[in-house]
């Protein structure tokens, strides 16, 4: 056993830390990766399903320009929007992402809620 004294923030602790021999060294390294990958997987979200949309040559889908969380609905289905308001916002890397209608038009349907997941290219609006 070897004694360390280690700074974190202006506060010191004292640890021990135990030298293993280097063969011990790969079978311990390969369990932490299994149990770090187990404690990761637990902890992911659920994937949501996809949905299929259809639309007609006089629709236009608003689809995700990054993955993210659906923070916040600002628009409601059946709203009328013009080009560049504000549809829901997305929140990415920490940030709030505005998503805009891309025309003036119908917001014909809304595929997300709030709290979905999103990755790039998903479908999140319908607008006519």
Excluded: C, H
Excluded at 18 to 39: F, G, P, R, Y
Excluded at 101 to 117: F, M, T
């Amino acid at each position: 056993m070897r004694k360390f004294i280690i700074n974190v923030n202006g506060q010191s602790y004292e640890v021990e830390v135990e030298e293993i021999a280097s063969n011990e060294s790969a079978v311990q390294t390969q369990k932490m990766d299994n149990l770090e990958k187990n404690t990761v997987e637990k902890e992911l979200p659920k994937k949501e399903s996809k949905i299929e949309v259809t639309t007609s040559k006089d629709q236009e889908s608003i689809e995700a320009p990054m993955p993210g969380n659906i923070w916040k609905l600002v628009a409601k289905e059946g709203q009328q929007v013009k080009a560049g308001e504000v549809i829901l916002i997305l929140e990415a890397m920490k940030m709030e992402n505005e998503i805009v209608a891309p025309r003036d038009g119908k917001l014909v349907k809304i595929l997300v809620n709030e709290g979905n997941s999103v990755n790039t290219g998903d479908k999140l609006a319908i607008i006519e």
